[in-house]
Every structure is written in C-alpha cells, then in structure tokens.
C-alpha cells in the first residue's frame, strides 16, 4: 500500500461520502494509522491524520464526534 493508496483509504473513513473498501481499515490499524472504533469502524489516529495532511484538513473538527 503507497502513500497515495494510504490516503485514499483515510479519506474513505472520514469523509461520509465516500465507501471504504475492503480490508483497508486493517492495513491502516497494523500500520497505526487508525484506530478500530468499534465492532468495524476505525478512526485516523495522529499519525494518519499528518499523513492526509491538507486533504484531511477538511474534516478534522478538533474533537472526534465519533467517540463510541
């Protein structure tokens, strides 16, 4: 998984719109880019969010309404 594909993959579990696919949430969590939320949701841990940089801007709120 590049970078480009770990982004996209971010992207997917925080923006609403979009689907996440497959296994992703997993490769991301093994490589602690998220954290599982949850019996199948996962959320961007720092790192991930660094990672997504600009492109996450949008949808890091300062608070993580996801919070179980």
């Keep these: 998984m590049t970078d480009a594909d770990q982004i996209e993959a971010l992207l997917d579990i925080v923006?609403?719109?979009r689907t996440p696919q497959g296994?992703?949430?997993e490769q991301l969590a093994v490589?602690?880019?998220?954290e599982r939320r949850g019996k199948a949701g996962f959320?961007?841990?720092?790192a991930g969010?660094?990672?997504?940089?600009?492109?996450g801007r949008p949808f890091d709120t300062g608070s993580d309404?996801?919070?179980a």
């Design 15 to 17: 923006d609403d719109s």
């Design 23 to 25: 296994d992703a949430g």
């Design 31 to 34: 490589r602690g880019l998220v």
């Design 43 to 46: 959320w961007p841990t720092n």
């Design 49 to 55: 969010w660094n990672l997504m940089s600009a492109r």
């Design 65 to 67: 309404i996801r919070r």
